[in-house]
């Protein structure tokens, strides 16, 4: 019964003829490969017996390790920090803790995760834990918010990078001047250079607005500038890559993904309320693509962000100047054939789902017609007229 057990075969016969094929195959005629299995089975036999001291112990361990997943008992001792990164997948945390030694094995800490079905539930994030803990006891404490370090900041939707810089920089007291010059470089921040290519065959210069994904983020000890936005733009891509962004809006809007990220900029600056993200988004294709007179967009938004670029405090559409809505020098002037040459601000998933996919529709203007932030969309103009009329008795304009 011991020399069927198929535990190993004869070294000198893998040295001669292993090589030439893919595995071994048990030879059943009593020739050749006998002699290794029988001496490992002998020795399995043996410590079985007790024929043999602590040393074959020892051996019969560690060759049980292949069969049983090791682990640590109990709770654990001491304190460890550690970082689960954006993106981590269980194999990833069940790494990042075996690193730290906090658990005996990943797998340890995969087969306690795929008992517990909250494990779903573990966020990226620093957390504080303790050394050779049980992979159970692991998981258990990564659900525990308590034991989770906080350093958050968030990003609301529709900021401009500069903006973004000043609340990283509050947050984290790292200088603008460094996220300023971190930003200079979007390529080397991680944005794939196919991103700055346009369909219109307009020169675009890269930049980082509109790449830094807004959302809420952990910040990590000894973050640096280029590590956090480096982080922002990973988001960007995950957010993107999950929505196939890139691909729809090249195969059905037959643009590039740049400038329908422009778009989805306008829409998170124009439209007051979510629900008319997609509404805003279809005004602007409708007047750099289609029948509107100039070919250009005529949104005083595009202004006010050139204003926010050269240092200058924004307006209200109404206190606008003659000469800041037409200034020949602005390259984000409303009245430029075309879309803008860049995103304006850092639009959310909505903005880019809007711009993505867009509600059908020939309207060429809007007006917000309540408190809410709705607006009402127009395909003529005499039609924006009488929806102006209905945002004066509502008060609004």
Known sequence: MIDDLDLGFDEAERGEKGRHRRGFVRKRNGKGGGRGKTVLALLLAMV????????????????????????YDGAGTGEVTVEIKQGALLADMADALYTAGVVKSPKAFIEAAAENARSKNIQPGLYKLRKEMSGSHAVTAMLDLKNKIVNGVTIPEGRTAKNVFKLL????KIPVKDFEAAAKDPIGLGVPDWWFKRSDNKKVKPSIEGFLYPDTYEIPPKAT????????????????????????????RKIAPYEALIVASLAQAEAGNKDDLGKVARVAYNRVYGDFDCGCLEMD????????????P??????MTAA????????????LRGLPPSPINNPGKEAMAGAMDPPPGKWLFFVAIDKEGHSAFAETYEEQLRNQEKAKEAGII
């Open 314 to 319: 924004t307006k209200r559409s109404a206190d």
């Open 324 to 335: 800041e809505l037409d200034d020949q020098k602005n390259p984000y002037n409303r009245k």
């Open 225 to 252: 500038a280029e590590s956090i936005l480096t982080m922002m733009v990973e988001n960007f891509l995950t957010v993107t890559g999950q929505m196939e962004f890139a691909d729809k809006v090249q195969s059905e």
């Open 169 to 172: 920089a509050d947050k984290t």
């Open 48 to 71: 079985l017996l007790g024929g043999i001291g602590g040393g074959a112990f020892y051996g019969f361990d560690r060759i049980q390790n292949y069969f049983v997943t090791p682990d």
């Open 301 to 312: 938004v595009t202004v006010n962000y050139y204003l926010e670029l050269i240092g200058r």
